[in-house]
């Protein structure tokens, strides 16, 4: 479930249970039939929507597959908005590494991030090359994003300074993602505190 930057947790929107809907019977049918065996028609049926709402939300088989895990910064969401302005600002702690951290939860957060979404998404993931190479492609677009939200933070970075720090975050992700998969028990595992656990690791190996 989403917090707020006050700390107070907020209920999931209805659009917002409608994407984790679609996102879950898309895995479901994946897992059963793989990611060619299945149509957007069958999927807006199994998650009881129009085609039409399906593709409000999701304009691919991979997108509604990876759910919140493959989709960019989200723009429209009050607690994300309210994340990147605090960042912005200069905030909510004012080290560079801290605050990208609280940046990441509201990016890589998923509303319903449970454990047999966790195990779905890990073994989905596993199997499919086409899935994780998207789950990449996704994160370079919210890694320009942040390269962008950086520069506002701070313009004396510089452009160059500022997607090396981008590339630094890419490795991070790419750290996070084999750990991720290799976990045991995926159940006991959540993306955002590994990547943030991550993040924090190379921020002391990098000597912040």
């Known amino acids: 479930m989403a917090e707020s930057a006050t700390g107070v947790e907020a209920r999931p929107s209805k659009q917002a249970l409608t ?3 679609i996102n879950r019977c898309a895995m479901q049918l994946t897992r059963d039939r793989g990611l060619d065996g299945w149509t957007m028609d069958e999927l ?12 409000n939300y999701f304009g691919s ?3 509604a597959v990876l ?7 989200r723009r429209e969401d009050p607690v994300a908005v309210a994340a990147f302005t605090t960042f912005v600002e200069g905030g909510p702690t004012g080290g560079l590494v ?8 509201p990016i890589l957060a998923d509303e319903e991030f449970d454990p ?3 195990a779905m998404r890990r073994t989905l993931l596993t ?3 086409r899935l994780m190479e998207a789950v990449h492609q996704h994160f370079e677009q919210t890694a320009d994003e942040i390269a962008a939200l950086l520069l506002r933070r701070d313009p004396d970075l510089g452009e160059d300074r500022a997607h090396l720090l981008v590339r630094l975050l890419v490795g991070v992700f790419d750290s996070t993602m084999r750990v991720y998969l290799a976990a045991d028990d995926p159940t006991d595992t959540d993306l955002v505190d590994l990547f943030v656990d991550q993040l924090h690791a190379a921020g002391e190996l990098l000597g912040r």
């Not at 807006?44 to 593709?55: I, N």
């Not at 759910?67 to 910064?73: K, R, V």
């Not at 801290?98 to 939860?105: G, I, K, P, Q, Y």
């Open 116 to 118: 047999q979404n966790v």
């Open 19 to 21: 994407r984790t809907r």
């Open 98 to 105: 801290a605050d990208l951290a609280a940046l990441a939860r």
């Open 44 to 55: 807006a049926a199994a998650a009881e929507v129009s085609r039409r709402t399906l593709f």
């Open 67 to 73: 759910g919140a895990a493959g989709s960019p910064t």
């Open 61 to 63: 088989k991979v997108d």
């Open 127 to 129: 199997c499919s090359n």
